[in-house]
C-alpha cells in the first residue's frame, strides 16, 4: 500500500514539474535527449524565478 502512495507522490511531482516547465519555460520535456539543441534552452530570469516561484507554491500546497 505504500508503494502506491510513493507512486502517486512522485508522479504527481513528475507532471507538476513537468506542467511548470512547459507552461513557463516553454521546454516540451524535461528528458534527456543527447543533444546541445535540445536539452540546453535559453530562458530569461524572470521565466526562471515564475518557474521556481511556481514549484515553491506547489510544494506548499501539496504539504497542506
Do not use: P
Request: proline letters at 0%.
Amino acid at each position: 500500500m505504500k508503494a502506491i502512495t510513493t507512486k502517486r507522490k512522485q508522479a504527481y511531482k513528475d507532471a507538476t514539474v513537468n506542467e511548470i516547465a512547459l507552461r513557463i519555460l516553454g521546454i516540451e520535456t524535461l528528458e534527456t535527449r543527447k543533444s546541445d539543441s535540445l536539452d540546453f534552452h535559453d530562458c530569461a530570469v524572470w521565466s526562471i524565478k515564475e518557474a521556481l516561484e511556481a514549484a515553491f507554491e506547489a510544494g506548499r500546497k501539496a504539504n497542506q
